[in-house]
């Protein structure tokens, strides 16, 4: 599974090259996490390309369910398959089930 997020810059020309991403969860809170470009995206992404760019974060569902709207919900982890967490250390969120892709369906 992968979370939809957007790379907001070029934060590094460290080999193979570090993006800042960013995404918004399911109570409007932003969170940012700092990775390297072919971790969240196959895109030839670089310093000098125009921002925004989609990215896709690798996660797994903790838990899913809807909310009171009865829009569907879900619990994610970003700790698999690649460690992944935000500049604040989190690694769990909640988030809309639209925000959300199977692997392999990103472009």
Partial sequence: MKLRAQI???ASDDDPGIVECRFTDRFDR???LVEKRPVVT??????DSQFPQPAYIGCEIVSHGRDDAGREIAEISTEKPWGIETTD???RFHVFADQLIEEGDEP
């Fill in 89 to 91: 250390g989190a690694t």
């Fill in 30 to 32: 932003e969170w940012t």
């Fill in 8 to 10: 907001t810059r070029w």
């Fill in 42 to 47: 196959a895109a030839d992404v670089r310093s």
